[in-house]
């Protein structure tokens, strides 16, 4: 492993240990989320994706701006990772940007998405979502 990322992980279980102590100590979620946001903008993917599997984790709907961001990012494992987060976090703003996903020019982040939405089927505009992409990409009508 490279210095810069075990910098990076040490870095993001600091930031883990910071948030579980925050918990202890009584901190609110909308502080957690602030903190764990602010870490989105350095230049470590692999801290990104720590903080992005927090957010995840926390499923605070606090995160899905921010995350929504981040599938914009230049990295696919950042992207797809933000999507996976969205998916935990599972509100209805956050399936939203799921369903908007479908529709991303990353291919890796359309299957992700599509997966995620397959088990939110009732969810509106999920399941037409899904058959357009089956449509477009699939080659096939569904029934």
Do not use: F
Not at 6 to 27: D, E, F, K, P, Q
Not at 72 to 90: C, F, N, Y
């Amino acid at each position: 492993m490279s210095t810069q990322n075990s910098r990076a992980l040490l870095r993001a279980a600091a930031i883990i240990g910071m948030l579980a102590l925050a918990c202890t100590l009584g901190c609110s979620m909308e502080s957690r989320v602030e903190t764990l946001v602010k870490e989105l903008s350095c230049s470590s993917t692999a801290r990104k994706i720590w903080v992005i599997q927090t957010l995840g984790a926390l499923k605070s709907p606090l995160a899905v701006e921010a995350l929504e961001k981040c599938l914009e990012d230049t990295d696919p494992s950042v992207r797809k990772g933000a999507v996976w987060a969205l998916g935990q976090i599972g509100n209805s703003r956050a399936t939203e940007v799921l369903i908007g996903c479908l529709k991303h020019r990353d291919p890796c982040v359309r299957k992700e998405a599509a997966w995620i939405l397959s088990g939110k089927v009732t969810y509106p505009g999920a399941y037409e979502a899904l058959k357009s992409l089956l449509e477009t990409e699939g080659g096939s009508k569904p029934k």
